[in-house]
């Protein structure tokens, strides 16, 4: 395809960073990638596994960028965003790749200077860490979560979703306190409740040799970074309660339908209910 940017820079070249980085270039969505990473060396890296065309070694070189997506950890984004802003081109659109959108959202809007900002977060990724497992791979025709705000740039946001639809992913708007919501429910829920099984499941030391796939899943994702998961639940810590209430209304259903001995109602429920989330997801 032609390049639909000139120039497009990551900050933070680790997991998601990189796979993007590493699907712009594949994609030719965008003619040159740049990479600037706290640790020089990562971006380095980065251009030898293929995720930039060049790494740079001062921020001033962000100049050049007309779209800069920083994809630091998830209490950096927004600190960070501001203090990028000198370095960048007066007209150049940030976006950023994190779990939790009003937090971060809220404070780059309440910046002293415009900046034109549009929150993202690709629903992708792996229990992997860093940039040597990043993989292009695991973003393909995965949703990708924009959260304009009513201050928002609106050119800005339709170049982003131009972007994300170039490396094949695909755009969906929702207002930042929904993003929190919704993803809650998806991400951060599973991520709790996949923990909670795993230390269930650890107290009987034997179990952990003989489980099958679906505790292999589980832990799976209890495997995740807890550093990156304990910023999470701290920064959307209301939704994750709201989440663990509802979830625990459910489980309280299914508890007592297994105690009646007639789970088959709330079985075939939550059958319909994963039928749809397949049918939505790919």
Known sequence: MSARFDTVAVVGTGLIGG???MAMRQSGVARRVLAYDADPAVARRAVERGAADAALQDP???QAAEVVVVSTPLDQIAPTCLALRPHL???????DTGSVKAAVVRQVERAPYPLRFVGGHPMAGSEGQGIEDADPSFLRGRPY??????FTDRDAVAAVADLVRGIGMVPVVLQPEVHDRLVALVSHL????ACAAVLAASSEPESLEVGGPTFRELSRLARNPVGMWEQILRLNREEVLRALERFRRELDTVEEAVRQGQPRSALERARQAGQKATGRNP
Do not use: E, H, S
């Open 60 to 62: 001033r070189g962000l």
């Open 190 to 193: 599973p991520y709790v409740v």
């Open 145 to 150: 979560l924009l959260t304009p705000t009513g």
């Open 19 to 21: 796979a993007l980085g």
């Open 89 to 95: 081109a007066a007209d150049a659109i940030v976006t």
